[in-house]
């Protein structure tokens, strides 16, 4: 079985969505990466405007899994180095959405794309650095109840 991107030479019809989102999105911040072995990414630098920091330049990876976008793409922090005992995985991976949530909240396979990925990273390290300041992550957490209504999101589509 093929990846679910196609090939160099014949492209399926989603990513080139992908790439038209992320380049209205973004410009040239994130450049596609197409490794000859392994799982296709977007990698890019974005500078986090916060006078606290040393260097507001951040490099930022998603990358599309086997599955997607049945399975969300991943969002990684490579530079600098960052780790967070919350919302974040063990290997890097960010944790940008309580999967409970369901996709009007979270990840929808249909509407969502990288860019959605993007810009959820974006303000999870903004809300990082917050929580490094305030020892309070901002937005919402897990709910009590689940049947509170969470506050729009924007889509990335």
């Not at 973004?26 to 630098?45: A, E, I």
């Amino acid at each position: 079985m093929g990846a679910w991107w196609g090939s160099r030479n014949k492209v399926d019809p989603r990513l080139q969505v992908e790439v038209e989102a992320m380049r209205a999105t973004f410009g040239n911040t994130f450049k596609l990466v197409v490794p000859q072995f392994g799982l296709l990414y977007w990698q890019g630098t974005i500078e986090v405007n916060l006078s606290t920091l040393k260097s507001p330049e951040h490099v930022l990876k998603i990358v599309y899994p086997n599955e997607y976008p049945n399975r969300p793409a991943e969002a990684y922090v490579l530079k600098p180095h960052i780790y967070s005992e919350k919302h974040q995985y063990e290997d890097g991976q960010l944790c940008l959405f309580n999967p409970k949530d369901g996709e009007q909240y979270g990840w929808n396979p249909g509407q969502s794309t990288a860019v959605t990925i993007g810009k959820w990273a974006i303000e999870w390290l903004y809300a990082y650095y917050t929580w490094r300041v305030t020892d309070e992550w901002p937005g919402v957490e897990e709910r009590i109840n689940p049947k509170t209504p969470l506050p729009p999101r924007r889509r990335g589509f």
